[in-house]
């Protein structure tokens, strides 16, 4: 099979004999299950990180399509399938299942962001998804356009597939800002007819070889697939290799400048012509051309039972589409997420359950409060679910020695949420496994933490902050702080909503809920006539032994002299090493042009 993989990419052979690539460099795959005891695997450096998925590589679809992916990288010199990066270090984190049918079952945008997430928060340079769906970039999962921005900032390159659908059309996370795109074509470099293109691929995608590229099989064996999930690791690989000979050289790592080295080396029609050039992206892959950019100048040079079906992760409408002896990485995660608290019950049978105990209708909250609160005890048969805009994010498990005021902690939201007007509860605590709700959908448990519960309404915050207004305050002032403070809170709750996993997002997310310490800010700027601009969280360059610091910075402008007036920034610091963040030191200020 290695000379396949040279067939497919005859200069691969001469970057190989500078590198294989080394264990500095790490890959996440967000694909399926992977065969781990395939032959080709022998000798590599993978850790499959836990996820939702459960399901094992030997059996359906996801474990065909995760298995083929994972080799192109990883698949060991001399194996059945010699991958291209195969010295790699390599996470593997399942995020597609095989349906009922046979088929690939898509994954959320929102297990595909948190996946994303782990992968970062496990050492992850470059991450493989070999998927999309196909959709409107504008209109894609803010929890995902965060995951990818968080990419960006971390300088971690996304490698994803752009799709089969054989259109001018775009598949997410592949048309997002700063992914690497990846169409296919023949090995000789002929376009092929199912490769997507539009007008953001012209800008952020290129093409690999994606026509009978040589895998792995799960159980053994190897077989030759066809799509633009199979171009995919192959451009991740090389750009793996790509970072490999820059930790040679003794130059960091940076995957930024190999993605800008892939797309400006790419070979385009003006250099070699292809009968439909818009359908070229921005060019053909070009190895000798990637790494003369990386380097000094001129140093070194879906499948069914037959071969040649297209195979391809794509999604259906909702869901980002795409074992046999794995060890699971089974760290708990820390998460510090917001929502709002609803209930579930997983099954008819416990639904029926709350029936029989005399609540004519347990979906009405109002009766299954009064059940809870006359009978305790039953809370523990309840789901407790976190939710961001009705969509469930976390189920609420609490155990240990404070379960039971816990439980009460809940039911005291729940409530408060039905009478009240609460809108938001904070949630601290750890990840351990997953639980299906009553539709289906699995979403990770959280364990929380009962000494950073809390519930609050927008309005309400707002007010306890500032104080009731008077005349002496005047009309103007007093609402103008009102209004910015609430901006905050709104651009917070929605426009940044995430999933509260990396230290930036715990950081965040404690900046609202400790909206005191933003209240001071806004004390300052709004006595200058400012406003909110930018929000942006960056690692603190000062921080304590043992402690995890991240600075919250917010950027005000004046808008009737955004020319004349400099900028103020106001940051101050949130430490995120333990389960409920803390801010440390003072608020600080100064002004930039």
């Known amino acids: 099979m290695a000379r396949d993989m040279i067939d497919q990419l005859p200069t691969l052979d001469r970057l190989w004999t500078a590198t294989r690539g080394v264990q500095d460099v790490c890959i996440a795959v967000l694909d399926g299950p992977v065969d781990l005891t395939h032959p080709c695997f022998a000798g590599s450096d993978l850790t499959r990180l836990e996820t939702l998925v459960t399901e094992e590589a030997c059996k359906g679809a996801a474990g065909q399509h995760g298995?083929?992916?994972?080799?192109?990288?990883?698949?060991?010199?001399?194996?059945?399938?010699?991958?291209?990066?195969?010295?790699?270090?390599?996470l593997i984190a399942p995020v597609f299942t095989s349906a009922a049918d046979g088929a690939l079952a898509p994954c959320s945008q929102i297990d595909l962001a948190r996946a994303i997430t782990a992968s970062v928060e496990r050492g992850a340079q470059i991450i493989n998804i070999s998927g999309g769906e196909l959709a409107d970039p504008q209109a894609a999962d803010h929890r995902l356009i965060n995951?990818?921005?968080?990419?960006?900032?971390?300088?971690?390159?996304?490698?994803?597939?752009?799709?089969?659908?054989?259109?001018?059309?775009?598949?997410?996370?592949?048309?997002?800002?700063?992914?690497?795109?990846?169409?296919?074509?023949?090995?000789?470099?002929?376009?092929?007819?199912?490769?997507?293109?539009?007008?953001?691929?012209?800008?952020?995608?290129?093409?690999a070889p994606g026509e009978r590229i040589p895998g792995a099989v799960p159980g053994g064996g190897t077989a030759l697939r066809s799509g633009t999930s199979y171009a995919t690791p192959i451009v991740t690989g090389v750009a793996a290799l790509l970072l490999s000979l820059q930790l040679h050289h003794r130059q960091k790592p940076d995957p930024r400048a190999v993605r800008n080295a892939l797309l400006e080396s790419a070979?385009?029609?003006?250099?070699?012509?292809?009968?439909?050039?818009?359908?070229?992206?921005?060019?053909?892959?070009?190895?000798?051309?990637?790494?003369?950019?990386?380097?000094?100048?001129?140093?070194?040079?879906?499948?069914?039972?037959?071969?040649?079906?297209?195979?391809?992760?794509?999604?259906?409408?909702?869901?980002?589409?795409?074992?046999?002896?794995?060890?699971?990485?089974?760290?708990?995660?820390?998460?510090?997420?917001?929502?709002?608290?609803?209930?579930?019950?997983?099954?008819?049978?416990?639904?029926?359950?709350?029936?029989?105990?005399?609540?004519?209708?347990?979906?009405?909250?109002?009766?299954?409060?009064?059940?809870?609160n006359a009978h305790p005890?039953?809370?523990?048969g309840v789901l407790w679910v976190l939710t961001q805009e009705t969509t469930p994010i976390y189920a609420l498990q609490p155990e240990g020695p404070f379960a039971r005021e816990t439980?009460?902690?809940?039911?005291?939201?729940?409530?408060?949420?039905?009478?009240?007007?609460?809108?938001?509860?904070?949630?601290?605590?750890?990840?351990?496994?997953?639980?299906?709700?009553?539709?289906?959908?699995?979403?990770?448990?959280?364990?929380?933490?009962?000494?950073?519960?809390?519930?609050?309404?927008?309005?309400?915050?707002?007010?306890?902050?500032?104080?009731?207004?008077?005349?002496?305050?005047?009309?103007?002032?007093?609402?103008?702080?009102?209004?910015?403070?609430?901006?905050?809170?709104?651009?917070?709750?929605?426009?940044?909503?995430?999933?509260?996993?990396?230290?930036?997002?715990?950081?965040?997310?404690f900046a609202a809920t400790n909206a005191f310490q933003v209240e001071r800010v806004y004390q300052s700027a709004i006595a200058e006539s400012l406003k909110l601009s930018v929000i942006e969280v960056a690692r603190s360059p000062i921080c304590r032994p043992a402690s995890d610091c991240w600075d919250v910075q917010l950027t005000f402008f004046d808008p009737l002299r955004r020319l004349e007036r400099a900028r103020v920034v106001y940051r101050f610091t949130v430490d995120v090493s333990d389960v409920v963040p803390v801010t440390v030191g003072t608020i600080r200020s100064w002004f930039v042009r």
Request: proline share 5%.
């Open 67 to 90: 298995t083929h992916v994972a080799s192109v990288i990883f698949g060991q010199p001399g194996s059945p399938v010699e991958g291209i990066a195969p010295a790699c270090r390599g």
């Open 147 to 207: 995951a990818v921005r968080l990419c960006a900032e971390q300088g971690v390159l996304i490698v994803a597939a752009a799709g089969n659908d054989g259109c001018r059309c775009l598949h997410v996370p592949a048309a997002l800002p700063s992914v690497l795109a990846v169409g296919a074509m023949s090995a000789d470099g002929a376009l092929l007819g199912f490769s997507n293109w539009g007008d953001t691929y012209h800008r952020q995608g290129i093409l």
């Open 267 to 372: 070979i385009g029609c003006q250099n070699r012509w292809a009968p439909d050039c818009e359908r070229l992206l921005v060019g053909r892959l070009n190895i000798p051309g990637a790494v003369s950019r990386v380097i000094a100048k001129g140093e070194i040079m879906e499948m069914a039972d037959q071969a040649d079906v297209l195979v391809d992760a794509t999604i259906p409408a909702g869901g980002v589409s795409a074992s046999c002896g794995c060890g699971c990485a089974k760290t708990p995660s820390i998460v510090y997420a917001l929502g709002s608290l609803d209930v579930d019950f997983g099954s008819e049978a416990r639904r029926d359950s709350f029936i029989q105990q005399g609540v004519a209708n347990p979906d009405d909250p109002a009766q299954l409060l009064a059940h809870l």
């Open 377 to 380: 005890e039953s809370a523990e």
């Open 407 to 509: 439980y009460a902690r809940l039911r005291e939201f729940l409530a408060q949420q039905q009478t009240e007007g609460v809108e938001t509860i904070s949630v601290p605590g750890h990840v351990a496994g997953g639980v299906r709700l009553l539709n289906g959908q699995v979403v990770p448990a959280v364990r929380p933490v009962l000494r950073g519960l809390y519930s609050w309404s927008t309005s309400t915050l707002v007010h306890s902050l500032l104080g009731t207004e008077t005349r002496e305050a005047g009309d103007g002032q007093f609402q103008a702080r009102v209004a910015d403070v609430a901006n905050f809170l709104e651009r917070v709750y929605y426009e940044l909503r995430n999933l509260g996993l990396s230290p930036q997002e715990r950081a965040l997310n």
